[in-house]
Every structure is written in C-alpha cells, then in structure tokens.
C-alpha cells in the first residue's frame, strides 16, 4: 500500500512540475521576448477587429500562419487571462472561462495576443487583436432552415434552432418526417415563438403551422387568390398576420449562377387569427401591381412592402420574350389604423427609377429607427445574384446608404435581435456557393460593424459542411412544441382550420386577370 501510495505521489509532484515550467514558459517566453511582425495575423474564421455580443460563444479559431508552435493569450482589463500553447493552429477557447472572461468585461475590449515559434526556436509575435465587447446581448438562439445548395436535391431539409451562447444545435422539425415536403417562411412575433407560423408546402402535412397563444393549429389560407400566402409578418397586437401570395417558378441561365426566380403575379393579404378571415385593399393587393414582402413597422401604424409594375410590362413586342433583368421594386409603406381597420395613402421610399435597383425584404428595426432592405440589379428573389446588398435606411429622415459589411457576393434575409443592436443575415460570402449567418452591431450612431459568422466548436466546420442556413431569424428563446406535437397536427386532416375570404374583396379578385400558364406566357431569353 505505501509503494502504490509513494508512486502516485511522485507521479504527481512529477506532473506538478511540468506544469509549473510549462505555465512559466508560456506566459513570459513568447509574448515578452519576441519580435514584433508588422501585420495582423491571419484568421479563420476571420474574427479580427468585431464587436461581440458579452454572451456569445466561444469564438473558436484557426491560425493561418505556417509555424512550429503557436502561442495564444485572451485577456481583458478584468478576470484571469486565457492562455493556450502547443503545436497545433487550431485555438479551442475553454467554454468557462470564456464565458467568464466576457461577462466580466461587457463594454471593454478582449485582446488577443499571438505569437508563433519556427523551426529554428525563434518566436516572433502579431500585433495586439482588439475586439471590442458589446454592453448590449444578443438574443439567445437563432433559428433557420438547412437545405442543400443543389436545386435538384431540395428534399433534404429541416428546421433547426441554435443556442448561440453555447454550441448546441437540434432541430425543430425534418421533412423526413413530414413525406419530404418542403418547410419555410418561419416567423416569429417580436423574437418570441410562442406566437409563430412557417409553412409546408406538398404531401398530406401541407399547410400554415400557427402557434397563437399557446394553441398550436393547421390553417388552410389557400382562398380564390388560389395561391398559399408566403413572406410573413405579424402586426404587433399578436393578431393580425400580414402575408404575400406569390405564384414563383424558378428558371435558368445559361452562364455565371443558372438558377434564378421570377414571380408571375402577387399581392398582400392580412389574415385575421380571431376572425379567421383574410382580408386585403387595393393600397397592398392593387390589380396594376405586384407586392410582395410585407412588413410592420414595430408599433403596427405602416406596412412596408415592395412593389413593381405587372409582369405584361416587360414583355417584349412580340409578346413571347420577357426582359426579366429590368424587373424591379420600389419600397414603399403605407400607414394602417388597427382599431377601425383602414389603410391610408400609400409612400414611396425607395424608387427603383433612381436607384437602378430592386428593393427587397424590408424589416424595421425593433426601436422603430431603422429599416434594413436588400438591394440587387433586378428581381424580387436576390438570393441568387451577386449584386444583393445590405442597406440601412434613416426612418427619421428616410436617408438609406450601402452598409459597409457587404461583399462582393450575395447577401440576403437579415432580421433584427430584439434590442435592435444586433442584426443577422445570409451571405455567400465564403464560397459562392452555401449561405452562412452573419452577424453585425448595429451602434447607438447608426454604424454597422464588421460582420462575423456564427461560432462552431471546430473552427474548420465550414469548409466540409455542405448545407446553406436559409432564412435566419433570432429568437429570445428556444421553440416552445417539440417535432411530434408539429407532425401530430400537420397530418390531422380533420383539424385543419380553413381561412375565409372577407366578402368584401370578392368582386376585388374577380376583376383581376386570371393568370395564364407560364409556358403560354413568356419565355426567358438565354443569359
């Protein structure tokens, strides 16, 4: 007993040593002693010069610089530094004191010193990373949908929620459980998905999946628009959701991105959750337009959307080519009374004349102040052009300008934190191919920062994952139905809500132009 109980002893007075030299010969050696490069280093992701949220988590990284060793400090003004060294250019941040480090310090900065030894023993060290952090959180979880970039392998798909203070990742819900339908248009009152819808679209589960005040039900909102509603946006009041139909087929281009969408014909309806009736206006649903992408202002007084001209105004002469690269929107809002619902004059905001643009997907920041829409050379469906931007528009002033986060590849489908600081969107930034989540503070000046992508516990995760997150909408909390209670709903037949139309809007519809097939209609020239 006393032979087994001296080894252990020795082995760990052992142990004991190596760390007392190792903890001495990292935290002096490298930093202290080295020679000073002129340059950054090179990260990936690259999380150099961002401002980051206080309960973010850990910002895994690898280090690309060619080096024998590597040695890494994480420090700020308060709290115990984070210190790494070994061979390896991959930096895995301990979770707790991560967590620590940053709840200590919101509102300071968080450096991040690197220094790198070669192959003759010589270290030398980057200059300082500052990385500003923000007072402000970011809402705790962001949900979105993973689909596969291939347009004919769409069937692979579901919806997943993310906590973004941890790396915990589970799905809401997989159409392999749902006959390999498609699910989308997942939207959520004020951040919060106690109240949220998202659609189905094929299959028996087909439908509008709401959850209202904790009663979760399939709602048919197929009426003589003869078109699902899509695009939505709840009004403030927890009872008014407004919604898009669209009637979209997707076509191709000969060279550069080959997919591409055009919408044959669309308006704006708001449905009605305790009246169970849709309703629309001729301000949003007008017979010499098209609308698309409704949303409400925070406190429910305007619903912007976008609108352009019908699609018979860009045909060409002979009636069978369409000049589908001149299709634009315009921005615009209109203002709505709820108690006495009434819509009054329509405004233009952002006219596509003068900008030579499209605008999309408006959303209004949730202090009432900003408006954060999407840009691109043509079309109302910019996920697959590279001229998508971001732009931020002055509500006080309605002045907008290009934000400086864009690149040169397409960015897209942004929505706000529920502070108002933080704003997340999809880019293709980093391949061309798949979309990833971006996220950027917004300051009290109106100042986009630089954006970074979402945290993965390997730093390398996104050069072997092959799926693009779709549609990313932050959440203040975690999906409160679980898949089964979804699924049990989706496929009960006898359960399904059917919407009504408001009779008022009958003789609307009928005076509109039935829509013809659109191999009868048009056909795209090649690009």
């Known amino acids: 007993m006393r032979n087994r109980f001296s080894f252990k002893g020795i082995f760990l007075i052992f142990i004991f040593f190596l760390l007392i030299i190792g903890s001495s010969f990292c935290g002096k050696a490298p930093l202290g002693d080295a020679e000073v490069l002129p340059d950054l280093p090179h990260l990936s992701p690259d999380y150099v010069g961002v401002v980051i949220p206080p309960n973010i988590a850990p910002m895994n990284f690898v280090i690309q610089e060619p080096a024998e060793r590597y040695y890494v400090k994480i420090s700020s003004v308060k709290g115990k530094a984070i210190v790494l060294n070994n061979n390896n250019p991959k930096v895995i941040i301990p979770a707790r004191a991560w967590k ?262 408006p959303r209004v920041s949730p202090d009432g102040k900003y408006l954060l829409f999407c840009l691109s050379d043509y079309s109302n469906f910019p996920i697959y052009l590279n001229s998508a931007d971001l732009y931020l528009m002055d509500l006080s002033n309605r002045k907008f300008t290009r934000l400086p986060i864009n690149s040169e590849l397409e960015e897209t489908f942004h929505s706000w934190s529920s502070n108002s600081r933080w704003f997340v969107f999809s880019s293709k930034r980093d391949d061309g191919m798949c979309a990833r989540p971006y996220f950027s503070y917004l300051d009290s000046l109106g100042n986009a920062h630089k954006p970074f992508v979402l945290p993965q516990k390997d730093p390398e995760f996104y050069q072997t994952y092959l799926m693009t997150y779709n549609v990313p909408e932050m959440m203040i909390k975690p999906f409160p139905v679980n898949w089964r209670k979804v699924t049990r709903v989706a496929f009960d037949s006898k359960k399904v809500v059917k919407a009504q139309l408001d009779p008022k809007v009958k003789s609307q519809i009928a005076a509109k132009p039935k829509e013809a097939k659109p191999e009868e209609k048009w056909h795209p020239a090649p690009q």
């Open 100 to 361: 620590r480090l940053l709840k200590a310090n919101r509102g300071s900065e968080l450096r991040i010193d690197i220094a790198i030894q070669d192959q003759a023993g010589t270290w030398s060290r980057f200059p300082t990373i500052i990385n500003p952090i923000a007072e402000e959180e970011i809402d705790g979880y962001l949900a979105y949908r993973l689909i596969t970039p291939a347009y004919n392998n769409w069937r692979i798909m579901g919806i997943y929620q993310r906590n973004l203070e941890t790396f915990r990742e589970r799905p809401f819900l997989l159409n392999r459980v749902t006959e390999n339908n498609c699910m989308n248009c997942h939207n959520f009152c004020g951040n919060d998905p106690d109240n949220m819808i998202f659609h189905m679209r094929g299959g028996k589960a087909s439908g509008m999946l709401l959850l209202h005040d904790g009663k979760l039900a399939k709602v048919n909102t197929a009426t003589d628009f003869n078109k699902a509603g899509a695009y939505p946006s709840w009004h403030p009041n927890k009872n008014l959701l407004a919604l898009s139909v669209n009637s979209l087929i997707l076509f191709f281009h000969a060279v550069g991105e080959s997919r591409d969408v055009l919408d044959l014909e669309s308006d704006i309806v708001v449905y009605n959750i305790a009246k169970n009736m849709i309703t629309t206006s001729p301000q949003i649903a007008a017979k010499e337009f098209m609308e698309t992408f409704p949303c409400w202002s925070p406190n429910g007084d305007y619903l912007y959307f976008c609108r352009s001209n019908p699609l018979d105004d860009y045909m060409l002469e002979d009636k069978r080519d369409l000049k589908w690269d001149q299709i634009r929107y315009n921005l615009m809002r209109v203002s709505y009374d709820a108690a006495s619902d009434t819509w009054g004059e329509v405004e233009l905001l952002v006219p596509a004349v003068a900008t030579k643009k499209s605008a999309t997907m």
